[in-house]
């Protein structure tokens, strides 16, 4: 009959893993499977993604005017005013925020419509270039780019004189700096930047004159 080998502790156990220790093991395997299984729960209550091609029922004001549209969850403001509104005032640039052609206002303020989902704009009012006019007369700001001649190429001008029309209606006499600052978003490839800071200072003199918002 073999002996028994005397642990450290003289209590005559075998060495290795007792008994204890092994249901002790399952116990916390079975924690961790518990703690595991419960993220996994928590993963798959994450908010669904839409899929791009999802189309959803929208109402969108516009200009004054309110439009009933059937768009893409992936379609952007600018696609939408362009491609089913026919509103092409708002250039197509980048399509990635930097250059600001296809500026717009949301709620009076400037936002580019590159970066904006036509299903995010619901419930706002926008504002594109054809809303400064009324009729065929132009509106302030696109008659004092028209007199300081503030474009050349004038693929930038729609964004630039949206971006102006955003500066004016928070800041009726914005400074020289305020002006810099606001238009800093709006690149003009041609480098006509004075002749705009120029306009935007015009702009306000004009509105002015008219008593405020055109």
């Known amino acids: 009959m073999k002996r028994k080998k005397i642990g450290k502790n003289g209590s005559g156990q075998k060495e290795g893993i007792t008994r204890r220790h092994f249901l002790t093991s399952l116990g916390t395997g ?3 499977v518990a703690a595991t299984g419960n993220l996994a729960a928590e993963i798959a209550r994450e908010p669904e993604v839409l899929k791009a091609d999802e189309t959803a029922r929208i109402t969108l004001s516009i200009n004054g005017r309110r439009h009933h549209l059937l768009v893409e969850s992936r379609w952007s403001l600018l696609y939408v005013l ?3 509104l026919g509103l092409t005032g708002t250039k197509v640039g980048c399509e990635r925020g930097e250059c600001g052609a296809c500026t717009v206002l949301i709620d009076d303020v400037p936002r580019y419509a590159c970066l904006t989902l036509a299903v995010e704009a619901q419930g706002v009012e926008i504002t594109t270039l054809e809303g400064l006019m009324a009729g065929d007369e132009l509106g302030p700001v696109q008659q004092a780019f028209l007199e300081e001649d503030a474009f050349q190429c004038g693929y930038c ?9 955003g500066l004016l209606r928070s800041r009726p006499k914005p400074s020289h700096e305020e002006i810099r600052r606001a238009m800093s978003g709006n690149l003009c490839r041609c480098g006509a930047y004075d002749h705009i800071f120029k306009a935007v200072e015009r702009a306000a003199a004009l509105r002015k004159g008219k008593g405020g918002r055109v």
């Open 82 to 84: 362009r491609e089913k």
């Open 157 to 165: 001008t729609p964004g630039q004189i949206m971006a102006a029309e």
């Open 30 to 32: 079975a924690a961790v």
